[in-house]
């Protein structure tokens, strides 16, 4: 620095006896300390004006998230008044037991009368087009609960058509809103079962997220079984047994980089090995489970390398010196001492896995599927990629279910989070 | 059997040798003071392992090469004599039979298929016999021979710890093995695409659109400069211009300016941030950040700006990254010495002046190697792109203008109806390589910057 930070002070060492006590009263002086605290307000607003920005960043999205996805586990349904008796349904009571009930009353016209019964009571608003797909299906809940409901006239409450509803919310056109309030003496809130115990449909008000959400769960189940075991071994042998070389070095170096590679490098390794090679089943949960068990094994091997790496030597010195052998001081004494910041460190890496989504595309898990998976092997999709899949939908009913299912994926990672940060205040001892 | 069956009739069998080799070596434990080397449940194990593993192994191997033989016995019975010659045709065929006869599928759409599904059928419940009946042999025999080890003198415990050494061995090696797995899988289908598309073409062309590829000459539109620019341009520009400030004075402020309380309260804030997935961040950049963009872009005066521009992509990443780069300066501006800043804060100087002139400074090097990280996971950010950036790849320094990266087609080729090994399919493994050099180089690089600025201060 050539220039003194005090004015009139010498600045060459040459004339060290020139100088005198700064004044501090002067006009100039008195300036310059006054800019100098300016700077260092603004310096300090600055930076309070980054954190409060991002935090308000994240209040905004998740707030926003929150109000359109609210509708989401709520329909509207519409009271219906039906007169099965006059519908001429041909159903005998012997065959609403068992079964072939479901097929039966399909058989019997039950849709079309259901259809015809709206299209009497409501012919002004459009009939049958009010109703949600679902609408004939509570009806043959209703039937097959209480069969005694074909022979008398009853008022069932059906879930509406997607524009109705969107209406009914407060959404939708100005047109669709009149329509709404006209029949609002009919309308009325409940909690969307289908959404919460359905799977994947094309109309959105029968669109559930049990599908994907049981799918998340087998796919995670893979994922723990493979990338826990295998996490936790590696990085036993990587901090307790393994011999300074080459090798080792090589299996560090891997796995630091396999911690840092994109996620749908995996998916691309997923489809060329699982899929294209071993000709595994596409879009099923034990693929995904595989291909996030790499993906999450490193995160594993890394946070387990800490925790184990954390216990004291003087530990694994009392043990050696009771005549322990290596393989039952890690494992009765270093292990158990680990384990919570092993399962804090598993916790974050199955929470990351859960919200991931592009490697799973790759291995082909965007399919529609409208069942939920019965078994490892069966077609399945996970809660992040039907999100994706909603959001990519044209029809207007399908915004309120992705920002729905995006509150539910956010419920479970904020439950995984949590559990990981009680874990590490409870158990995690400060050596 | 079925699997689940045999494993369970495999895994009792271990547990009875489990059992009794314990009990057999705790009786000739008692009544003596003589020193043993094993404890009775190391018998116990060694018998288990012994039963277990010939079986499992057997087994392992077993799933890898049956479904081969099967065919194999399928293609010599009678039916199979009409069956067209080796191609796509006799693989769909074969396919759909052997999914007639696991029950897996009720209708075939080929009737040859539905002949041969029932030659499948018993071949498959041949070779299923054979696998049970050689499994169960195998685990009685290798746990009948562990258990006639199972003497005094005999000492489990080295065998058994030398099963556990193995197995801590073999779980480190699966990264070795994924890692070259990745390498392979990627270079092996990159080779067959540089064997259609001369690599040149892919590396400097700068026409991408591999909607309409001309077969004659596929190379004229799989161009992928545009795509590197587009990521450059939406995951380390603009990315970066809005983390890099925001996590920066963050870091700064958390660590210097903040009481103990608000940081503790703040820091995981900024950590959920991290945490949200990014297909919510696809999702809000897609529904609200996008059409705010376009807005903004058309009051500017931009009246072509696009719903699906650079900026919205691309400030939204940089949102997600910026607890990324606060940590990663935390970490470095933590790293340099008291003594420093002491010094400066003696001399006279503000906080904002030691800050600005000696922390930083000094951090800079850890700032630099933290950014680095940064622009490789920005790069490699695929649900952002996917959902809010456009397919159109086009060479533009405008941020309202719509830009592709190299991920987000690599989403698209591979997602869409083709062949497996057509050149659109080949093409997203030749940019899987590439992204996966890219940030394999970034990596190393921050970390050599990263370990040299810590070694100078150690």
């Known amino acids: ?431 | 059997m079925s699997p689940l069956a045999l494993a369970f009739v495999i895994t009792a069998l271990a547990l009875i040798g489990w059992v009794t080799a314990r009990a057999r070596a705790a009786r000739f434990r008692r009544g003596t003071t003589r020193r043993f080397s094993s404890l009775p449940q190391h018998h116990g194990w060694f018998v288990a392992m012994g039963t277990l593993l010939p079986a499992l192994l057997f087994l392992a191997v077993w799933h890898l090469t049956a479904p081969a033989l099967v065919t194999e016995a399928v293609l010599t019975t009678p039916g199979a004599a009409t069956l067209p010659p080796p191609g796509l045709d006799r693989v769909a065929i074969l396919a759909e039979a052997r999914n007639l006869a696991a029950g897996r599928s009720y209708g075939a759409f080929h009737p040859l298929s539905e002949q041969l599904a029932p030659a499948y059928a018993a071949a498959q419940r041949r070779y299923d016999w054979i696998a049970t009946a050689v499994a169960l042999l195998l685990a009685f025999v290798g746990g009948a021979l562990s258990f006639l080890r199972v003497r005094p003198g005999f000492s489990a415990r080295t065998h058994v710890e030398r099963v556990i050494m193995g197995a801590l061995l073999g779980a480190s090696l699966i990264a070795i093995v994924t890692t070259i797995g990745i390498i392979v899988s990627l270079l092996f289908e990159s080779a067959r695409f540089f064997h259609v598309v001369p690599i040149s073409d892919f590396l400097l062309g700068t026409h991408w659109s591999p909607q309409a590829i001309d077969p004659r000459d596929p190379g004229a539109s799989l161009g992928a400069v545009p795509l590197f620019w587009g990521t450059f341009f939406i995951g380390a520009v603009i990315a970066m211009a809005v983390a890099i400030p925001f996590g920066l004075m963050s870091a700064i402020y958390l660590t210097q300016y903040a009481r103990p309380a608000t940081r503790r309260w703040v820091k995981p804030m900024l950590e959920i941030l991290a945490g949200v997935p990014t297909v919510v961040y696809g999702y809000f950049a897609a529904l609200t950040v996008a059409p705010a963009v376009r807005d903004l872009g058309v009051a500017l005066g931009v009246s072509w700006a696009s719903s699906e521009s650079a900026l919205a992509a691309g400030a939204v990443m940089g949102v997600m990254i910026i607890p990324f780069v606060s940590s990663m300066a935390d970490d470095s501006l933590a790293a340099v010495p008291a003594a420093m800043r002491d010094g400066s804060l003696a001399m006279g100087a503000t906080s904002s002046e030691t800050i600005r002139q000696v922390l930083l400074p000094a951090a800079l090097p850890g700032v630099v190697g933290g950014v680095l990280l940064a622009v490789s996971r920005a790069i490699g950010e695929t649900m952002i792109v996917v959902m809010a950036a456009s397919g159109v790849a086009t060479l533009t320094l405008n941020p309202f203008a719509s830009a592709t990266t190299v991920t987000k087609q690599i989403v698209d080729l591979l997602t869409g109806e083709a062949a497996f090994d057509s050149a659109k399919t080949l093409a997203a493994f030749a940019l899987g390589l590439t992204l996966f050099v890219i940030t394999l180089l970034l990596n190393v690089v921050a970390l050599i910057v990263v370990r040299r600025y810590r070694e100078a201060y150690e």
């Not at chain 1, 260092?40 to 308000?56: D, I, N, Q, T, Y």
């Not at chain 1, 089943?281 to 999450?296: F, Y």
């Open chain 1, 1 to 431: 620095m050539s220039k003194s930070l005090v004015p009139g002070a010498p600045v060459s060492a040459a004339a060290p006896a020139e100088r005198r006590p700064t004044d501090w009263r002067t006009a100039s002086m008195q300036r310059r300390v006054r800019q100098r605290y300016a700077a260092e307000r603004r310096f300090r607003l600055l930076g309070l004006a980054a954190v409060v920005a991002s935090a308000a960043f994240l209040l905004f999205l998740l707030a926003s998230m929150l109000a359109r996805g609210a509708g989401g586990f709520v329909e509207t349904r519409i009271a219906l008044p039906l007169d099965l008796a006059r519908a001429g349904l041909s159903v005998t009571p012997a065959q609403l037991r068992g079964p072939r009930a479901d097929l039966a009353l399909a058989g019997a016209g039950l849709e079309r009368a259901v259809d015809a019964a709206a299209g009497t009571v409501f012919p002004r608003a459009g009939g049958a087009v009010l109703l949600s797909d679902a609408a004939w299906l509570r009806v043959r809940e209703a039937v097959k609960r209480d069969p005694s409901l074909l022979r008398r006239r009853v008022t069932i409450e059906v879930p509406v058509a997607s524009r109705l509803d969107i209406a009914f919310k407060g959404g939708g056109t100005r047109a669709e809103r009149a329509l709404a309030r006209s029949l609002a003496p009919h309308l009325s809130r409940g909690l969307n079962r289908d959404f919460l115990g359905g799977a994947d449909s094309t109309d959105p008000t029968r669109a559930g997220i049990w599908g994907a959400l049981k799918g998340s769960l087998l796919t995670m189940l893979v994922t723990l079984l493979l990338a826990f075991p295998i996490g936790v071994l590696s990085a036993l042998y990587l901090e307790e047994y393994a011999p300074r070389n080459r090798w080792t070095d090589l299996i560090e170096v891997s796995i630091n980089n396999l911690a840092a590679v994109p996620s749908i490098i995996f998916g691309l390794l997923g489809l060329a090995v699982f899929l294209g090679t071993f000709h595994m089943p596409r879009s099923a949960a034990l693929v995904g489970g595989l291909t996030l068990a790499l993906m999450t094994t490193p995160v594993i091997v890394i946070a387990a390398r800490n925790a184990v790496g954390a216990v004291p030597p003087s530990i694994r010195d009392a043990a050696r010196a009771l005549g322990a052998s290596p393989v039952q001081v890690v494992f009765h004494h270093v292990l158990p001492l680990a384990l919570p910041g092993i399962l804090t460190g598993t916790i974050i890496g199955m929470a990351r896995a859960l919200g991931e989504t592009a490697p799973l595309l790759m291995i082909g898990m965007r399919a529609f599927i409208a069942a939920p998976p019965e078994r490892l092997t069966d077609p399945a999709t996970v809660l992040p990629v039907q999100i994706f899949l909603w959001s990519d939908d044209v029809q207007t009913g399908f915004i309120e279910k992705t920002s729905a299912a995006i509150i539910v994926l956010l419920v479970f990672l904020l439950a995984m989070n949590g559990l990981a940060i009680y874990l590490r205040n409870r158990f995690e001892t400060r050596w």
